[in-house]
């Protein structure tokens, strides 16, 4: 009877420091990545979306290009497909990843600036 009951003590600290652990794992996450406090759910069966200013990012993007409302045109559609607009005017396009880098025009060409 005796070890039965250390036995259940020890299950019960055991539980107790896994439980402990996880939570300080979380909190390092959190404080690692920034960005997932900017995302938001938008109603309870959507998935996480990140709410993000796709005509003031393009239009920044685009202020020194040739033909800038082309430019806008071409980022707004990328904007809303990938959720993200690189930094700068120009270059940087890896920063948005594959679905920014890949997407291309039907004469295939790169789309987004």
Same mark, same amino acid.
């Given at each position: 009877?005796?070890? !039965?009951?250390?036995? !259940?003590?020890?299950?019960?600290?055991?539980?107790?420091?896994?439980?402990? =652990? =996880?939570?300080?794992?979380?909190e390092?996450?959190e404080?690692?990545?920034? !960005?997932?406090?900017?995302?938001?759910?938008?109603?309870?069966?959507?998935?996480?979306?990140?709410?993000?200013?796709?005509?003031?990012?393009? *239009?920044?993007? &685009? =202020?020194?290009?040739?033909?800038?409302?082309? &430019?806008?045109?071409?980022?707004?559609?990328? &904007?809303?497909?990938?959720?993200?607009?690189?930094?700068?005017?120009?270059?940087?396009?890896?920063?948005?990843? *594959?679905?920014?880098?890949?997407?291309?025009t039907?004469?295939? *060409?790169? *789309?987004?600036?």
């Open positions: 009877m005796a070890t !039965l009951r250390m036995l !259940l003590v020890l299950l019960a600290v055991l539980v107790f420091l896994a439980q402990v =652990s =996880s939570d300080f794992s979380i390092e996450e404080e690692e990545a920034p !960005l997932l406090s900017q995302v938001t759910v938008r109603g309870g069966n959507r998935r996480l979306m990140q709410d993000i200013d796709c005509g003031g990012l393009c *239009k920044e993007r &685009c =202020s020194l290009h040739s033909r800038p409302n082309v &430019c806008e045109r071409a980022c707004g559609t990328c &904007c809303v497909r990938c959720k993200c607009v690189p930094p700068g005017t120009s270059g940087n396009r890896e920063v948005c990843g *594959k679905c920014y880098t890949d997407m291309v039907h004469g295939n *060409k790169t *789309k987004c600036p």
